[in-house]
């Protein structure tokens, strides 16, 4: 149960905590923490004996963004935008109406204190992720991957209650109103809370996801692991082709897991922080090295050692919704300390409600000369003009039974 230490030293009711810290955060808690939040809290209070390492910090909840829209006045505003369908015009309106408004003080001195004893716990200026989590994110029927927004390298308490205030703004992102459009979402008490975390300086190391079932068959009995060099984001928002590990659950009792298959990726650019004095760190593209580009990301213990973590949480969300849950985690390296650590885990949304009782096969009737080859998305076969899109400013001219050619999609 979370409590909420108020500025008298006086506890009072979860439902009233406007920040909380991670390690008294569970799944219990989604409604206060959001999907993310909760589901890190989870990790850290349950699975530390198997190994797992999950960065510290400390969520602004549910109720402490309630607080900022009624502070502002905005409570009614924002519900009515949740409950109807305002659009996208209507969605930047009130992004920047959110913007504009002040955080209260008390609030603010909350997200400060919390801040504070994050840094007695990890160095003076301690560098924070500031991320959405959302009561609607991370279900095994809706993910909002990449729908809200995140800001990476974030240092001093001003700025971190910044970014707090933006992740709030960023409910109302296009991206963000079209998904909860397409997955029929209404319910305005989907709020956001926000996490502040540890940054796991992956800037200088490297970063990825993990699927504790294939990806393109929902095979259940492999973990698949993508890799590449800098911040996440790259990979996340498939920007960059990754390396590819696969690795067997299927091993006798205290044997390594045995990597099946390693895929090197093009890699050809990383995320990195670009130079800044002070303030919300702003991130730059650049061109991986030779070396890079040629080298893996993980070596062989590591990728079994995240293999482990991935089966060690998947059990745990298994025994949770009593049914075996594949589950989509993301994972960052530190170049730093080489350490490794759990950053998101969520159901993974694709195969989750497959039915695999029956099996569907493709034949292709007629041969023709090959003009490209490359990953596909999904299985299957079809015929169509092929459209070559580099860049995803031209993504209006893919019409409807073309198939698009691309580097990553």
């Given amino acids: 149960m979370i409590y909420h230490q108020n500025n008298m030293g006086k506890k009072i009711s979860a439902q009233d905590a406007w920040v909380a810290p991670l390690e008294r955060i569970g799944i219990a808690d989604t409604a206060l ?42 409570t009614g505003t924002v519900h009515k935008a949740l409950a109807g369908n305002d659009g996208i015009g209507g969605a930047r309106y009130l992004r920047e109406t959110i913007m504009a408004a002040s955080l209260p003080r008390d609030l603010a001195r909350e997200i400060a204190g919390y801040y504070a004893a994050l840094e007695k716990r990890c160095g003076k200026n301690v560098s924070v992720a500031v991320r959405s989590s959302a009561t609607a994110e991370d279900h095994a029927d809706a993910s909002f991957a990449g729908a809200h927004e995140s800001y990476l390298g974030v240092s001093g308490a001003k700025d971190v209650s910044r970014a707090v205030q933006a992740v709030f703004a960023s409910l109302c992102t296009d991206r963000a109103v079209s998904y909860r459009r397409d997955k029929d979402i209404g319910d305005p ?13 992956a800037d200088r190391g490297a ?87 040629a080298a893996f990301v993980l070596d062989d213990k590591e990728i079994s050692r995240l293999a482990a973590w991935g089966i060690a949480i998947e059990k745990h969300y298994s025994k949770k919704t009593g049914s075996r849950t594949p589950m989509d985690i993301e994972w960052a390296k530190d170049g730093a300390t080489g350490k490794i650590f759990i950053v998101q885990a969520r159901p993974e949304t694709v195969h989750a409600a497959a039915d695999f009782s029956k099996i569907k096969e ?5 041969d023709g000369r090959e003009i490209a080859r490359g990953t596909a998305v999904g299985s299957g076969i079809a015929s169509g003009k092929a459209r070559v899109i580099a860049d995803t400013r031209r993504i209006a001219r893919f019409r409807k ?9």
């Fill in 33 to 74: 923490a959001g999907g993310k939040g909760a589901s890190l809290g989870e990790m850290m209070r349950h699975l530390r004996s198997a190994g797992v390492a999950v960065p510290p910090g400390f969520v602004v909840t549910t109720a402490g963004f309630q607080h900022f829209l009624k502070q502002a006045g905005l």
């Fill in 207 to 293: 970063s990825g996801v993990m699927f504790t079932a294939d990806t393109e068959t929902g095979f259940r009995d492999v973990v698949v692991i993508n890799a590449s060099w800098g911040l996440g984001e790259m990979i996340v928002q498939g920007r960059v082709a990754p390396d590819e590990y696969l690795v067997s659950k299927k091993v006798p009792p205290g044997a390594p897991l045995p990597v099946i298959s390693k895929a090197l990726g093009r890699k050809e650019r990383k995320l990195i922080y670009a130079a800044a004095r002070s303030g919300i760190r702003r991130t730059r593209e650049v061109p991986t090295t030779a070396r890079e580009r």
């Fill in 362 to 366: 493709y034949a292709r009737k007629e």
């Fill in 401 to 409: 039974g073309e198939i698009l050619v691309t580097k990553t999609t």
């Fill in 189 to 201: 008490d989907h709020l956001l809370a926000v996490v502040v975390q540890q940054m796991v300086a």
